[in-house]
């Protein structure tokens, strides 16, 4: 009998999938902390919830919200790369999980020469 994959992907796998699929990206330069990200770490590490830099994954009973916070490399297109990580995250994730993805929003926080 074949288990169906999508139900035992975890929101570690689903962290480090995201990971690997952005940082491919030639114009991203890495992960930010920027945003959203500091406040939400102190309320998940209390949960008990592993935080990983520039990627926070939220659950509810409708779907998961993706927040992602990058920097790119001057000179970049930022709408074009924004929109690439968008729908490569979103994607990839649909391919692991049957949980709905309501949202996938990307926050370039940082711009490095």
């Known amino acids: 009998m074949v288990e169906d994959l999508h139900s ?3 929101d570690e796998e689903l962290y480090l999938k995201i990971e690997e699929i952005i940082l491919a990206i030639p ?7 920027e945003g959203l990200q500091h406040i939400v770490k102190g309320i998940t590490s209390a949960f008990g919830k592993k935080v990983h ?4 994954i ?6 998961m919200t993706i927040n ?3 920097s790119l490399i001057y000179g ?3 709408h074009e790369v924004g929109y690439l990580v968008q729908k490569q995250v979103q994607r990839e994730i649909l391919l692991l999980t049957d949980e709905p993805v309501l949202s996938v929003d990307v926050a370039v926080t ?3 020469k």
Do not use: A, M, Q, Y
């Open 27 to 33: 114009e991203v330069k890495g992960f930010t902390s």
């Open 8 to 10: 035992v992907v975890s």
């Open 110 to 112: 940082e711009v490095i």
């Open 76 to 78: 970049c297109h930022v």
């Open 53 to 56: 830099k520039g990627i926070l």
């Open 68 to 70: 992602i916070f990058i």
């Open 58 to 63: 939220r659950h509810d009973k409708n779907g």
